[in-house]
């Protein structure tokens, strides 16, 4: 089982920069994808940004241009580059792992998520 930790959530000023971090631990895994995830109060969870194994991004409409996700696989890390925030940004962000583990001897993939850091952004 993979477990995830993430940090640097808090408090920043609208127009500020803010950078989410997720850390992956386990044994005897690889990481497919990689992403991050937020849910504002009464909205469903929506994506982000996510990061593939060859590197290929995919964002959000609403993030393009501002939010940043970079991964290290010798590290098992996940980031999040959020630069020019809006207090729409507000919300509790997820880190979400997309992996591949041996189990009775067979390969399948499972999804990991961390337990949420709160985002807000102040107009």
């Known amino acids: 089982q993979v477990q995830l930790v993430e940090s640097g959530g808090g408090l920043v000023q609208a127009g500020g920069s803010l950078r989410l971090s997720c850390a992956a631990s386990g044994s005897s895994f690889s990481i497919n994808t990689m992403g991050w995830y937020r849910q504002a109060p009464g909205n469903q969870r929506e994506l982000v940004a996510t990061?593939?194994?060859?590197?290929?991004?995919h964002y959000a409409d609403s993030v393009k241009g501002r939010f940043t996700i970079s991964r290290d696989d010798r590290k098992n890390t996940v980031a999040l580059e959020m630069d020019s925030v809006k207090p729409e940004d507000t919300a509790v962000y997820y880190c979400n792992l997309n992996y591949r583990t041996l189990v009775r001897g067979r390969w399948a993939d499972y999804d990991s998520w961390g337990q949420g850091t709160q985002v807000t952004v102040s107009s």
């Open positions: 990061v593939s194994r060859g590197g290929s991004t």
